[in-house]
C-alpha cells in the first residue's frame, strides 16, 4: 500500500529506559560507545512490533537513533558546521524557538551555521536508518517506512540577517538556497534507490508564519533584507527545488510542527489562515500534517483551499499529555473538516474523506527525554487515533 494512511503518526516516540539508561552512561564515559548498537536495535525491534501491533501501516524506528527530531543531515554536509553554546546573538530572538530558550534563560545548546560551499559528501547519514528497518519487515512493507527528516529551511530562519552563511561565499539566500537544494536531491536520490517511498519533512518553521508575535518582530527587525511574506515564498521555493528531481512515486508530506520539547512545551501560535493559499497550492508536497489538537491552530476553515489532488492529516489527538480525547468529539471534528474541505472544492463530503486521516499532533518525543506521557499513556493515544480512523474508515489502513 502507498502513503499516506488513514492513522498516521508523526514518527518520533518515546525511548525505552534501556535505551535512555545506555546513552546516558555512554556520555559519562561508564561504558563503550560499541554497546549502544545492541540496545538501539532491540529497542527499534520493539517499537516497530508495537506499531504492527497496533495496526498502523506507516512505519517507523521511533527516531531511536537520534538526539533531536531534525537527525545528523545538516552536520554531514560539507560547508556546514555544528557548535555548541553559541552566542545568542546570532538567533532571531523573536523566532518563537529561541523566544522560548531566551525567557527560560537559555540559549540553544547545539547549532548548525554556513562556513563554507555546501555540498552532499555523497553519503547518507539517514540511509542506514532505512536499511534498519527493512531488515525488520516484510519486503512488500518496504513502501511503507516513512523517514522524518530535517526542514531545508531549518537552520536559516533562526539566524538573523547576514549569520546563517559568510558573505564571502554566499552573495544572497538564493545562492545558499540553490545548494541546500542540490544537497536535498542528491540524499532523495540515495534514499530512493534504497527503497525509501515516503518522506515527512518536519518543519516548525512554515508554522511560525502563522504567530503574529513573530511576525511583528520580523517587522521591526530592521536587518532584514525581506519582508516576512517574501521569505515564506523562498521557502516554499526552496521545498520545490529540493524534491523537483524525485520520481513520481516517492511521497512527499510536510508536518508544521508547533514546537515539541522537554516538558511538552510548544513555542507558536496562529491560525493557519495567513499562509494558506500559499501553504496548499504553492508547495508541491502531496501530504500536510497539521496540528489540530487545540484552539492555538485555529478552526478548520483554511483547509477549504486543500486542492483535490493533496491530502491532509489531521492531528487532533494530543502527544503532549496523558489524558484521552473523546473518540466521538474527534470523529466529529473530522467530520467538520471534510464538510469545510468538500464546500471549498464543490465536492462531496465523501469526496473530501478519502484525502484525509488522523494522527497525533506531534511526534511523542521530538528530543530524547520525551513529553509528560509515559509508554502505556503514549500506546492509549496511539490506539485512539487507529480506533477513530477504523471507524470513520472501517477496512482501510
Known amino acids: ?73 545538516f552536520p554531514n554536509l560539507n560547508g556546514m558546521t555544528e557548535i555548541y553554546d553559541p552566542p545568542i546573538e546570532i538567533f532571531r530572538a523573536y523566532a518563537p524557538d529561541v523566544a522560548a530558550f531566551i525567557e527560560n534563560v537559555q540559549i540553544p545548546g547545539e547549532s548548525v551555521v554556513c562556513t563554507g560551499k555546501i555540498e552532499h559528501t555523497g553519503e547518507s547519514t539517514y540511509v542506514g536508518q532505512v536499511k534498519c528497518l527493512q531488515g525488520m519487515l516484510p519486503e512488500e512493507r518496504w513502501g511503507e517506512i516513512k523517514l522524518t527528516v530535517a526542514a531545508p529551511n531549518w537552520y536559516h530562519l533562526r539566524y538573523m540577517e547576514g549569520k546563517a552563511y559568510p558573505k564571502d561565499v554566499y552573495a544572497s539566500d538564493k545562492e545558499y538556497f540553490a545548494d541546500i537544494a542540490k544537497a536535498y536531491q542528491v540524499e532523495l536520490d540515495i534514499l530512493y534507490k534504497a527503497g525509501l517511498r515516503n518522506v515527512q519533512f518536519d518543519d516548525p518553521n512554515l508554522a511560525y508564519f502563522c504567530s503574529e508575535k513573530m511576525l511583528k518582530g520580523w517587522e521591526e527587525d530592521k536587518t532584514n533584507v525581506t519582508s516576512a511574506d517574501e521569505m515564506f515564498d523562498a521557502y516554499i521555493q526552496l521545498y520545490n527545488d529540493c524534491i523537483s528531481k524525485a520520481p513520481a512515486d516517492m511521497h512527499f508530506g510536510v508536518h508544521l510542527c508547533r514546537g515539541n520539547f522537554v516538558g511538552s512545551r510548544h513555542f507558536s501560535e496562529g491560525s493557519y489562515d495567513r499562509i494558506a493559499i500559499k501553504l496548499f497550492q504553492n508547495l508541491n508536497v502531496q501530504t500536510y500534517y497539521l496540528e489540530y489538537d487545540t484552539p492555538r491552530a485555529g478552526g478548520f476553515e483554511p483547509l477549504a483551499y486543500l486542492p483535490k489532488n493533496k491530502n491532509v492529516i489531521l492531528g487532533v489527538v494530543t502527544s503532549k499529555f496523558p489524558k484521552l480525547e473523546d473518540k466521538e468529539e474527534m470523529k466529529e471534528r473530522v467530520y467538520e473538516a471534510a464538510e469545510i474541505i468538500a464546500k471549498g472544492n464543490g465536492e462531496r463530503k465523501e469526496d473530501a474523506l478519502r484525502r484525509m486521516g488522523v494522527s497525533p499532533q506531534c511526534g511523542f518525543a521530538s528530543h530524547e527525554v520525551g513529553n509528560l506521557i509515559d509508554m502505556d499513556g503514549m500506546e492509549s493515544k496511539l490506539r485512539l487515533v487507529r480506533e477513530i480512523a477504523d471507524e470513520i474508515w472501517p477496512g482501510e489502513a
Open 1 to 73: 500500500m502507498s502513503p499516506p494512511f488513514r492513522a498516521e503518526h508523526l514518527g518520533s516516540l518515546l525511548r525505552p529506559d534501556a535505551l535512555l539508561a545506555k546513552r546516558l552512561s555512554i556520555s559519562k564515559n561508564e561504558c563503550d560507545p560499541s554497546e549502544l548498537d545492541p540496545v538501539q536495535t532491540a529497542s527499534i525491534q520493539f517499537i516497530v512490533q508495537k506499531q504492527l501491533e497496533l495496526g498502523f501501516r506507516c512505519i517507523t524506528d521511533g527516531e531511536y537513533p537520534r538526539h533531536m527530531f531534525w537527525g545528523t543531515f
